[in-house]
């Protein structure tokens, strides 16, 4: 029988859930912790709990401690001892003592989970402390659709109301996500004297998870600016139908929400255990077309900060893209994080001039395009909201005229 279970995987996909689970599957005692409470100001008390906790789970002589967040005291240990924290690593030495079988603990399964595995040491991953890692990832479309059919087992939905398509609209949504996301539903159709969760209400809770609320107030907002929101979304939206035609264009709007953002573009790529060098650059394409789209309707002077969440992810993007999978050609098949320093200059500048290059791209791919970028542009003027269905009834009929 495997003494430790590693959970890892993002954020709100049950980590927590599947140890409760196993727990209460099994029938044993359930000893549930955070790394945080290990955590302490004075040396030696959170290898006390630690010592404490199995000396408790011990008594139920079949049970399952789980630590969540472990990476909270389970960070790899510094080499110098300038760097180290005598805290942290005392913990951390009681946990590996205790999971080493150094003590008696026939019965006692460790649980834990965390969404930073590259940050923990390898003392404690290896067998024999954790044997299991499992890999608690993203919900797929089929486990997406069951999921939400599980939170909407105790909700009242219109027949209207269709949970495969909200499935299908769902990508990269966690668990959590997911039941948020019925749960946002609910309070509106409440709020609305509902008995029942409408379609308009799923669209609503919706746009909330991903954006934030509706703003209520708009009459702060220029005509200008809900024009240079209308090109930047639509810039995103037109270049993802060019270039990404296998993915999904759930929604594209220009309403802005409580979180700052002025609008969104929001396309469900097809699923797929790997990316393609010409997926990355069409996904980098796709993260640069609304600065832009900015930049080729109204100016490079008058290009706005609007851009600067997509600059971000493209940034990371484009450094994967180089480092960490190869696909430069100048660059080759090296990753300089194994040399444990910063990056180098020349990897910045080889970046910045990738980007430079894939972004004068995306301006031709526009200008190619212009019409069909107007057009798209105008019906979120009017409609605020579109689908891509709404987009390829524009591009639909721009090959008619042509």
Known sequence: MPHGILFYGPPGTGKTLMAKAIANEAGVAFYPMRGSDFIQMYVGVGASRIRELFKEARKSEKAVIFIDEIDAIGKKRSGHADNSNDERDQ?????????????????????????????????????????????IGLPDLNAREKIL???????????????????????SFS????????????????????????????????????AGAEKSDTSCITEKDRRITAYHEAGHALVT???????YIARVTIIPSTRGAGGFSLSIP????????????AHLKVLLAGRASEELIFGSNAITTGAGNDIEKASGLILDYVNKYGMDDEFGLFNINVLHAPPASDLIQLCRDKMKTVYGQTIHILQEHQSLL?????MLLTKETLTGEDIDRLKHAEKESA
Do not use: W
């Open 241 to 247: 139908s060019l270039l990404l035609p296998d993915s």
């Open 149 to 171: 059919r599980l939170h909407a087992g105790n909700r009242n939905l219109a027949d209207a109301v269709d949970l495969s398509e909200l499935a299908r609209s769902t990508s």
């Open 270 to 281: 097809k699923d797929s255990l790997y990316m393609t060098k010409q997926n990355m650059l």
């Open 374 to 378: 107007h057009n798209i542009s105008q």
């Open 175 to 210: 668990g959590a996500m997911l039941e948020n996301l019925l749960n946002e539903a609910a309070i509106f159709a409440a709020n609305g004297d509902c008995s029942c969760i409408q379609p308009e209400h799923v669209d609503k809770a919706f746009f909330t998870v991903i």
């Open 91 to 135: 913990t951390l030495n009681a946990l590996l003592t205790e999971m080493s079988g150094f003590h008696d603990r026939e019965g006692i399964i460790v649980i834990a989970a965390t969404n930073r595995l590259d940050t923990l040491d390898e003392a404690l991953t290896r067998p024999g402390r954790f044997d299991r890692l499992v890999e």
